[in-house]
Nanobody
Framework: QVQLVESGGGLVQAGGSLRLACAGS????????MAWFRQPPGKEREFVAQ????????DYADAVKGRFTISRDNGKNTVYLQMNALKREDTGVYYC?????????WGQGTQVTVSS
């Protein structure tokens, strides 16, 4: 089992940048495929980006392609989400998810608010 803790959220103006981090503890973090999801106010949770356990493959939601970059440092048990050119519609709670052998583990989330 892995425990996940997100950090790096905050208030930023439109056009600005933030970098989120998701620190994992527990065994075998490097065996987990990792992803970021977000939940905008009043909406369902939605997929943002994912990275396989090796870091060799990534995927993004269309809404963030070209602006967000997911990466991981398995030596630090951490996954990052670099968010550039932020828009108001990027506002929401951002969650980190780890997946292994069909089981999902979620962090508690970190709030990102983009002001105009």
């Amino acid at each position: 089992q892995v425990q996940l803790v997100e950090s790096g959220g905050g208030l930023v103006q439109a056009g600005g940048s933030l970098r989120l981090a998701c620190a994992g503890s527990g065994r075998a973090f490097t065996h987990y495929n990792m992803a970021w999801f977000r939940q905008p106010p009043g909406k369902e949770r939605e997929f943002v980006a994912q990275i396989v356990f090796s870091g060799g493959s990534t995927d993004y939601a269309d809404a963030v392609k070209g602006r967000f970059t997911i990466s991981r440092d398995n030596g630090k048990n951490t996954v990052y989400l670099q968010m550039n050119a932020l828009k108001r519609e990027d506002t929401g709670v951002y969650y980190c998810r780890g997946n292994r052998l069909g089981t999902d583990y979620w962090g508690q989330g970190t709030q990102v608010t983009v002001s105009s």
